[in-house]
């Protein structure tokens, strides 16, 4: 028993090791069209074996006041991330069916990169601030249904702010409805961050340039040139 429990925790760290560099974050996929390997839940693989207390999060967002568009103030930088990114940004818009269309975009090297998605909360009946997040990668060949987790810890009361983050602790992000925030809010969001167990250490800022992004007909790169870059560190 508990040799095949071993093998089994072993294989699937190998399986993760690779499936990993497709995806943001701890992945699950539910498509009815995908492999048995891709509808697995490694959501919580490094939270079971670390031990790690569940995240706490907000209670009773309002998705419809929740939607438009965020500014990345800080990240743990992600291999699927460009690492020169700057004016990082997420856009999303709830739908009649209560999901959320989401446009994540960057700018590297003066083109704006980009990859759409949809989000949607994990259990509906649940008045926790848990939702699952989903891209369809590669951007360039959008064949391959991508899932992770978009938890948000902490929110201001006017939904200027939001502090997301993810039950492995991998993952973290600092949002703001603005290009800037105050010195004292930021201290206080990776306060909370440490008490909930992360290293904000891992933490760096993202350059938001003043009128990047602000007008139409910027230099788009279609190619999704930058995912792979990012694979690779860049």
Known sequence: MLRTSSQRVLRQGFELFWL????????????????????????????????????????????????????????????FQPSTGTNSRATYAL??????????????????????GKAWKADPASPDAKLKVRFMVPPFLPIIPVTGDYWVMKLDDNYQWALVGVPSRTS???????????EETYKELLEHATNEGYDV???H????????????GEDTDRAGVWWVKSLFGK
């Open 172 to 182: 973290l992000w600092v949002l703001c409805r603005t290009q800037e925030m105050s």
């Open 95 to 116: 739908q009649e069916d209560q999901t959320v269309d989401v446009l994540n975009e960057t700018w590297v090297d003066g083109k704006r990169s980009y990859i759409h």
């Open 20 to 79: 990993t560099r497709l995806q943001y974050t701890s992945q699950v996929i539910d498509s009815a069209s995908t492999t048995e390997f891709q509808k697995r839940d490694y959501s919580s693989f490094f939270t079971k074996m670390g031990g790690e207390k569940d995240l706490n999060v907000v209670q009773n967002v309002d998705l419809t006041r929740y939607q438009g568009r965020w500014y990345e103030i800080a990240s743990i930088p992600s291999r």
């Open 205 to 216: 800022k993202t350059e938001q340039i003043p009128g990047v992004g602000e007008s139409e």
């Open 201 to 203: 250490s891992k933490l």
